[in-house]
């Protein structure tokens, strides 16, 4: 009721029911005018493994993975080895709806992906493992159709942006990143289109990794 009184509400809730269409699903049930992207987007954004389908179907580069079902997994674990699924070595295990990196490990070698699998399988039902691709990191901002100049973000060597490197102030952020005109151009790019392909016409942030090779894979939305 509070809602319906006001002209337009600001929505700047994180992760699960605030980010993940729910809430803007009732907006739109309410006739409540709100800021940000629609209930289908934000569905299909906060879903990690759906959302590389849909901007993998556009055209974008994404990472080598699969989707895992927890109840899959403990009814034949053997099953979900590394040469099973077809996966590397080197992988990143995380949950498929979470935020903040919460739960994602990087794991290499079969001990410690079955380790990096129970860690993710607290937090989700669902988890994604995928190629562990190593490179730069960036993020890239959007409003309105328009990709801003991308940031990169910069960790330890041989670490990724984990939730302590998020939040404990180790991690550097450079903007504009140092890229070549004609690679932030590349990036930007990439960023409008995975954007375009999961409908959002309002904003969001693209995060995305670079390789050896400068392609730009699609990482996830914000």
């Known amino acids: 009721e509070l809602a319906k009184k006001a ?13 993940d269409g729910k809430l803007q699903a009732m907006f739109e049930l309410y006739g409540i005018k709100y800021t940000g992207a629609g209930s289908l987007s934000s569905a299909l954004s906060l879903n990690k493994t759906l959302s590389k389908l849909v901007v993998k179907n556009a055209g974008v580069p994404v990472a080598d993975g699969v989707s895992i079902f927890c109840d899959d997994y403990k009814e034949n674990p053997s099953k979900y080895t590394l040469k099973e699924l077809g996966l590397p070595d080197n992988v990143i295990v995380k949950p498929e709806s979470g935020g903040s990196s919460i739960g994602t490990t990087a794991a290499y ?114």
């Open 7 to 19: 002209d337009l509400v600001f929505t700047v809730l994180h992760g699960v029911n605030g980010e």
């Open 109 to 222: 070698g079969e001990e410690e992906f079955r380790k990096s699998l129970e860690t993710a399988f607290k937090y989700d039902d669902y988890v994604l493992a995928e190629r562990f691709i190593h490179g730069r990191e960036f993020s890239v901002g959007i409003v309105g159709g328009r990709a801003f100049p991308a940031a990169e973000i910069v960790v330890k060597p041989g670490e990724f942006y984990d939730y302590t490197n998020k939040y404990s102030n180790l991690a550097k952020e450079i903007c504009p990143a140092e890229l070549s005109e004609e690679e932030m151009t590349r990036l930007q790019n990439t960023a409008l289109l995975a954007a375009k392909a999961l409908r959002i016409n309002s904003y969001c942030r693209i995060d995305c990794l670079m390789d050896e090779q400068k392609t730009f894979y699609f990482m996830e939305v914000n």
